[in-house]
């Protein structure tokens, strides 16, 4: 009997994987490791992590076995924006200070950051909002409305401050407005307006090393060893893996410790020392196949519900793409965003695979849905 259910187990994973998404995820990881493997010394972060990609492993086969259709139900939904806004709040009386932000809670030996579970309850709160006012969305209302919770979520993040994570949470909000069918007319709306906060927070809100930042961003040379010393370490790294690369292990910058976090903020720049050209490519062209597969998996979504979701994930992990290879290569402020799957960061990698477990358990009934029940979700009566 036991052998059976064993056999039944593996049927039901292997019918249920797309391995499209899966065998890239895990190579992003493989490949994180392999740049953080320190082959002389202390190997703090590669054990670590490898534990930790183990655990997220698990949590994704665990997760994927799940129905999600539970997620649609408004009470779910509501009590999963609570939750986050509890937790964002009581990090400003029970959160650890770390490279200046209040954003970890602390236990000892484990450490947990909030802010990576909670863009992926934005994602379900913004999947869920759009998916019943689909045919409406032409009404700027909605804009205001689901920006308001965005919102929420931002100036709880962006007051830690950790402007990193308060940027995805804005590029996720923005993202999931495009997909959701907005006229380009309240596009130039939304623009305008974020114009508007930008130079409010600028004027009233963002610290001076804050706003240093951004200077650098502008001109990462300005300022080579203060605030632009890390994008100006991290272009020398990028800039010295030339085509070939100097070899796995090889990288000067990052294992002599020149390039800052090469393990988390930077570990795309320690990657393309010692992997080169030819290595960030196919490095590229991983990640595009990723991206491609949870597309994919969302274009053939039940209902509207698990598009928007799937799509949500897909501008998740390309936003902390963008944002952390355009700091690596001197183009954007250094904000403290990682590599997805790539990055240190157990907190980062458990939350990312938990995203990939629920596309994964949205897969079995992706086909087994009624048409009615796409009607009732385009006129808003779920």
């Known amino acids: 009997m036991f052998d059976s259910f064993l056999f039944k187990k593996i049927d039901f994973i292997k019918a249920d994987i797309d391995w499209k998404i899966f065998l890239p995820a895990v190579f992003l990881c493989f490949v994180g490791l392999l740049t953080m493997k320190a082959f002389v010394g202390d190997d703090y972060f590669f054990i670590r992590q490898g534990i930790w990609l183990i655990i997220s492993i698990i949590v994704f086969i665990f997760v994927s076995s799940f129905d999600f ?13 609570v939750l986050s806004f509890l937790l964002l709040l009581a990090l400003f009386v029970l959160g650890k200070v770390s490279k200046g932000a209040l954003s970890w809670f ?6 947990f950051q909030p802010s990576d579970p909670i863009k992926l309850a934005l994602i379900i709160l913004l999947a869920k909002y759009f998916s019943r006012r689909h045919i409406e969305i032409a009404n700027i209302r909605h804009i205001f409305v689901s920006g308001f919770y965005a919102f929420v979520i931002f100036a709880l ?3 830690q401050p950790d402007f990193g994570s308060a940027l995805i949470v804005f590029m996720i909000w923005l993202g999931m407005i495009l997909v959701s069918g907005i006229s380009k007319k309240h596009l130039a709306y939304v623009f305008v307006i974020g114009a508007m906060v930008f130079t409010v927070l600028w004027g009233f809100v963002l610290q001076d090393y804050q706003k240093a930042r951004i200077k650098t961003f502008i001109n990462p040379l300005s300022d080579i060893r203060g605030s632009g010393y890390s994008a100006y370490q ?5 800039g010295s893996g030339q085509v070939l690369g100097k070899g796995v292990g090889y990288g000067t910058q990052s294992k002599l410790k020149f390039l800052p976090e090469y393990h988390t903020d930077f570990i795309f720049a320690a990657f393309a020392e010692e992997w080169g050209f030819v290595g960030v490519t196919i490095l ?5 196949l990723l991206i491609f597969g949870i597309i994919q998996n969302a274009y053939f979504g039940a209902t509207n519900f698990e598009i928007l979701f799937g799509l949500g994930v897909a501008i998740l992990f390309l936003s902390h793409f963008i944002v952390n290879v355009g700091m690596n290569i001197g183009l954007m402020p250094v904000t403290g965003i990682t590599f997805p799957f790539m990055s240190y ?6 939350a990312s695979f938990t995203a990939l477990g629920i596309l994964m358990g949205m897969r079995k009934y992706k086909k ?12 808003g009566l779920q």
Not at 69 to 81: A, D, G, N, P, Q
Not at 345 to 350: A, C, I, P, S, W
């Open 69 to 81: 259709r539970f997620l649609k139900k408004t009470s779910v939904v509501v009590s999963i924006f």
């Open 106 to 111: 602390d236990f000892g030996v484990l450490s």
């Open 157 to 159: 993040v962006f007051l």
């Open 234 to 238: 991290s272009t020398i790294a990028v």
């Open 284 to 288: 590229f062209a991983v990640f595009g």
């Open 345 to 350: 960061g157990g907190t980062n990698l458990l």
């Open 368 to 379: 087994a849905v009624h048409r009615d029940s796409m009607n009732n979700e385009f006129l």
